[in-house]
């Protein structure tokens, strides 16, 4: 294909919603140990950075400086500077850290160490621990709310989210789920947690008030095996219309309507797709499709996919930089 | 553990409610047993196995049991080879809440079920994988969390299948367990549209060591089969069949691809935490059958969890009902089959290295859960008591 036309095709693909926006899309790609830039004007990989061994969770520092990569092997989160794509200096992580969430203080860096049935604060000025929380067996995901009050980490064996409160860094509620909850997600004004259970299936909806589960969302795709439908990874739109759950080896992405909680579409992707991420202006979702090794970039106006990216082995982790803070 | 428990009690908030600490003991039993020689020095059973992984899963169910005020205890009852573990059994029931999770024989299993005493005791089997057990043979107070014969066979004739191995020599070896190995594997061929070409009885009681690549050819000599498949649940001869077949075949079974519960070498679906953890505990690998202790161990756990009590009979209605699901790192929920108490699973097909595939495989499908195209399902079973 004429290089020239793929914009062009993209455009013509995505119709009205098509504004020839150009962020970057960090792909952390677990058996390679790199990490795959994604420009989203021309949806190519234009970079892929050496990093630490197994990355997974990747999240940028509020002010899209800094880049946080959870290097599970080498047992560090690496901190990567946008700007040079040089690793400036390592925080200390305890061992095997998975996924992480950074609390809105832009300070203070939430750490699942998946093996020690430990979540690991740490202090991201001082480059030191601040508190280690026991938590229950094989801590996944994190997530911390806008507000900053919670701390929610999930433990895959466990079947919890614990409600650890941020002021304290104590474990203050928790709340059972179904089997292997993995990711957890607050709604933009913190009223519901989303807890997405991979074995059990299902996603939990938890009122943030009481820390009770008010609605359990199913999936049922015609002509998938029911034990293939396995939600992970969720994202879900700032005007609380729209939510987007990845379902592992059932290879599709279901859409959830939040004004009456039914499933809308189902939109095929790549195979065992892991995680997700919008865009800053929400027109479109990017997955990351584990067995595939790719990524598809889906049109969120039409819930249409629309073009699958090549990238490293086992894509795992999205992080998304906005096109005022890529570097010149 | 007080000062904790009084801390956890604290901590805890209306989500889940923490009362008196929960203290639900667990009766691990186990009879010693000695095996029949085999060649290969290679050919080891750790003198833990089983233990180890119910140990496991009791450190599992503490560290979720903190959150919920519950504290899971392993009582251990292991008798050497020869004693009789019926008095010493009856005498540790009266100390525990019913909850048994047996690595014992066949018969022993069906003795102490069958005890006045023990007819509200739950029992996992760990161990054994007779048929009969899960059919006529069954008994309504014992489960079984390690895999029958039949799942085994299965999960490795629906690989055949998939591989389009139709035509099959079939070796039977002649310990306690091989020729019921046999009778499943020849069951399953059938079930799978295999057929069976040959079907030979390993006689030679000589030491192949060294002798393999003269006498294997000659014992395997046909003119065509697709791939052989091995009874020899000892691994005493099949180790040596590899790479010495008559014609060059695929083998599995006891030798070769192997059907398993577990394996260390199972990676995929998050099994590698599982896997480092009981690394660090047992330092060796982990087994089915400590996969099977684990995975009892783990299902009692749920089942307090879920249903706030310790109560034998009250678990036992939730582990059978449709409610329970287990995650036990296999890429689907673990349940049991109300019909004769098993626990359905995925079995891994291994060899030393790695995992060849994972049973069942894409394209088998059953009309209410494809785990049951492994082993006995609702319409073959003679299992009456559940």
């Known amino acids: ?67 946080f990569i959870c290097a ?86 466990s ?49 943030a008030e009481t820390q009770l589960i008010k609605k359990v969302l199913n999936f049922e795709i015609p002509g998938i095996s029911a034990s293939r439908i396995q939600p992970v990874g969720m994202e879900l739109t700032s005007d609380g219309k729209l939510a987007f759950i990845a379902l592992g080896p059932a290879n599709h992405v279901a859409v959830v309507d939040r004004s009456n909680y039914e499933v809308i579409e189902y939109i095929l992707v790549g195979r065992r797709v892991w995680h997700l991420a919008l865009t800053p202006d929400e027109s479109r979702l990017y997955t990351s499709n584990g067995v595939s090794g790719d990524v598809t970039m889906v049109d969120v106006a039409k819930l249409k996919p629309v073009k699958t990216i090549k990238v490293g082995r086992f894509p795992w982790g999205l992080a998304v930089l906005p096109e005022s803070a890529i570097p010149q | 553990m007080l000062r904790f428990c009084v ?74 080879e020869g004693d009789s573990i019926d008095a010493q059994f009856v005498e540790a029931l009266a100390g525990s809440q019913g909850l048994v999770v047996a690595n014992v024989s066949t018969d022993t299993l069906l003795r102490l079920s069958a005890l006045p005493e023990a007819q509200d005791v739950l029992f996992f089997n760990a161990l054994q994988s007779a048929d009969e057990l899960r059919s006529a043979a069954c008994r309504s107070n014992v489960l079984h969390t390690m895999a029958s014969r039949s799942m085994l066979s299965d999960a490795l004739m629906q690989f055949y299948n998939f591989r389009k191995w139709r035509d099959v020599f079939l070796i039977e070896g002649t310990h306690e367990g091989d020729n019921a ?29 060294r002798t393999a690549a003269q006498e294997i050819p000659a014992f395997t000599q046909a003119r065509k089969y697709d791939a052989l498949v091995v009874a020899d649940e000892q691994r005493d001869f099949a180790p040596y069949l590899l790479y010495n077949t008559w014609l060059p075949r695929p083998m599995g079974g006891s030798a070769g691809l192997k059907p398993e519960v577990w394996s260390p070498v199972v990676e995929q679906w998050g099994a590698v935490q599982l896997q480092t953890r009981f690394n660090k505990l047992a330092s060796r690998g982990m087994s089915g059958v400590d996969y099977a202790n684990w995975a009892a161990v783990r299902s009692i756990g749920e089942a307090v969890t879920r249903t706030n009590s310790s109560d034998a009979t009250v678990i036992r209605d939730y582990l059978l009902s ?65």
């Not at chain 1, 614990?162 to 993995?182: C, F, S």
């Not at chain 2, 020849?186 to 060591?209: E, P, Q, T, Y």
Request: aromatic residues 6%.
């Open chain 1, 1 to 67: 294909m004429n290089m020239s036309s793929v914009p062009a095709l993209v455009l013509l693909l995505l119709g009205g919603s098509g504004v020839a926006v150009a962020d970057w899309i960090y792909v952390s790609n677990e058996k390679d140990d790199t990490i795959s830039v994604i420009d989203t004007k021309s949806n190519e990989v234009v970079n892929t950075i050496d990093v630490g061994e197994r990355p997974r969770g990747v999240t940028l520092s509020k002010d899209n400086k800094l880049l």
């Open chain 1, 72 to 157: 599970s092997d080498s047992d560090t989160v690496q901190v990567m500077d946008v700007a040079t794509n040089k690793i400036l200096f390592e925080l200390p992580s305890g061992e095997d850290p998975e996924q992480f969430a950074l609390h809105p203080n832009n300070k203070h860096l939430y750490i699942a160490n998946e093996d020690d049935a430990i979540a690991t604060v740490v202090d991201i000025e001082s480059r030191t621990v601040i508190a280690q929380i026991d938590v229950g067996v094989e801590p996944e995901g994190m997530a911390v709310s806008h507000n900053g009050k919670w701390a929610i980490v999930t433990s895959e064996t």
């Open chain 1, 159 to 207: 079947n919890m989210a614990h409600w650890i409160d941020t002021e304290r860094n104590e474990i203050v509620a928790n709340t059972l789920v179904d089997q292997r909850p993995r990711d957890a997600e607050f709604n933009a004004d913190d009223t519901e947690l989303w807890v997405s259970s991979e074995i059990g299936g299902t996603v939990s909806i938890v009122d």
């Open chain 2, 7 to 80: 801390a956890v009690m604290i901590l805890l908030s209306q989500s889940v409610y923490a009362k008196d600490t929960l203290t639900i003991p667990i009766l691990y039993i186990e009879e010693e047993i000695s095996r029949p020689p085999v060649l290969s020095r290679l050919v080891v059973w750790p003198e833990d196995e089983g233990v180890q992984g119910a140990q496991l899963g009791v450190d599992d169910n503490n560290t979720t049991g903190k959150f919920l005020n519950q504290e899971y205890q392993l009582q251990t009852l292991i008798v050497p």
């Open chain 2, 181 to 209: 190995y046999a009778q499943a594997l020849r069951r399953s061929a059938k079930k799978f549209g295999i057929k069976i070409r040959h079907d030979k009885k390993w006689l030679v009681n000589a030491d192949i060591r």
């Open chain 2, 322 to 386: 449709d409610n329970f699901e287990l995650a036990g790192f296999k890429g689907a929920a673990l349940s049991y089959r109300a019909w004769n108490g098993q626990l359905r699973q995925p079995i891994t097909l291994v060899h030393p290295e790695a995992v060849v595939a994972t049973a069942p495989l894409a394209g088998f499908l059953h009309q209410t859960n494809e785990l049951d195209t492994l082993g006995l399902d609702q319409s073959e079973t003679q299992c009456k008591e559940f």
